[in-house]
């Protein structure tokens, strides 16, 4: 074994992104859970209830809410949405050079708002590192929206939030995520439109920089995300991307599905093509990613999978090729924790396998 992660270890809230895969159980809108219209972030009171009845082992709905309370309280403010979100990595690694333990702390931070039928403001509010130290000393807000219901169907937002594009899934770390330049702290500001049917689901979402973060490039474009409800219980889709920074110019686009097999038995999967124009010389870098997750619901709240990546994101260079591929399983034991596992192998072109494992824990209070 000449590279070993041998756990990673996250504190953050699962709710971040939403759970695709519960398009299974006929949750085809996010906004079943989520104040935001393209999931992730914070809960209603009914999403709340909702990983006790339909996602965790145990628990019960009485301590689903925020710090464990109700969140059916009549006695509670019913427009005040809040979470609390933690997170940390512990990581190990093992090389013929290097053996070395480190524990990072990531992301601390407060999420609240007000949600009421027509009109909803949302922030977070945390710390984050900022120097080699990787200490949280750094304030600052992840997220901030305001958003607005026009009608049942057609919602607006403005603020800063990821953009809405293909799965949304939880996993940052995935070829299609971290692989594009979608990784975690990659908000940007943006204007979205959506149309949320009984079938079909819309996003229109017109990407700005950071004023906050000149010194982080980040894209300027468009995003389109198109998703159908197919047989009340998979989702199909396709995504669009154009983007731009000063040195270069990229389009991202492709299908993404959770197609339910069985009652228990799904798939998760995306793929997408880019086409990533320099400036300096305008050549092309052409290439894919795709991310693929078949998993299966053995008990309530528990999800053995298999998975695979592929990032070759530029088909003339066989260095860009990258490949991760293993075995893990997901478990909701009790309402406001998710913890997954995996065990697998990661690969980069002319360089031998590596094998490697990490252990997640999602917190949301």
Not at 10 to 34: K, M
Request: aromatic share 16%; charged share 20%.
């Amino acid at each position: 074994m000449r590279f070993l992660v041998f756990a990673s270890l996250f504190f953050v809230s699962a709710s971040v992104w939403a759970f695709p895969e519960n398009v299974r159980h006929g949750y085809f809108s996010c906004t079943a859970c989520h104040v935001s219209p393209s999931g992730g972030g914070a809960l209603t009171p009914y999403g709340r209830s909702l990983s006790n009845e339909l996602m965790s082992t145990w628990g019960s709905t009485k301590v689903s809410g925020f710090l464990f309370s109700n969140p059916e309280d009549e006695s509670k403010i019913q427009w005040l949405r809040q979470q609390i979100y933690l997170r940390g990595v512990q990581t190990y690694r093992n090389t013929p050079k290097v053996e070395k333990a480190k524990f990072i702390p990531m992301q601390a931070d407060y999420e609240v708002g007000a949600d009421f039928e027509k009109f909803a403001i949302i922030s977070t509010f945390g710390y984050r590192a900022n120097d080699s130290s990787q200490d949280l000393k750094e304030f600052f807000s992840r997220r901030h929206y305001a958003l607005y219901r026009f009608t049942d169907q057609v919602v607006g937002r403005i603020g800063k939030f990821m953009q809405s594009f293909g799965l949304n899934g939880p996993d940052h770390v995935t070829a299609t995520r971290r692989g594009l330049g979608w990784d975690q702290g990659s908000e940007s500001y943006n204007l979205e439109m959506n149309y949320i049917g009984e079938s079909f689901n819309q996003t229109l979402t017109l990407i700005s920089n950071s004023p906050e973060e000149k010194s982080v490039k980040k894209d300027q474009g468009v995003s389109l995300n198109s998703s159908y409800f197919w047989k009340n219980n998979s989702r199909l889709g396709l995504s669009a991307y154009q983007g731009r920074q000063s040195d270069y110019d990229r389009i991202v686009f492709g299908p993404y599905a959770t197609i339910s097999i069985t009652e228990k038995l799904f798939v998760n999967s995306e793929f997408f093509l880019q086409d990533k124009t320099l400036k300096t010389d305008s050549s092309h870098q052409r290439g894919y990613a795709t991310f693929s997750r078949l998993g299966y619901e053995a008990v309530k709240g528990l999800t053995p999978f298999i998975q695979f990546d592929r990032s070759y994101l530029d088909n003339s260079d066989r260095n860009t090729q990258f490949d991760s591929y293993g075995v893990g399983a997901q478990w909701l034991p009790y309402p406001h924790f998710d913890l997954m596992i995996f065990v697998g192998k990661e690969k980069s072109y002319m360089q031998e396998a590596t094998d490697f494992s990490w252990l997640m824990l999602n917190v949301y209070l």
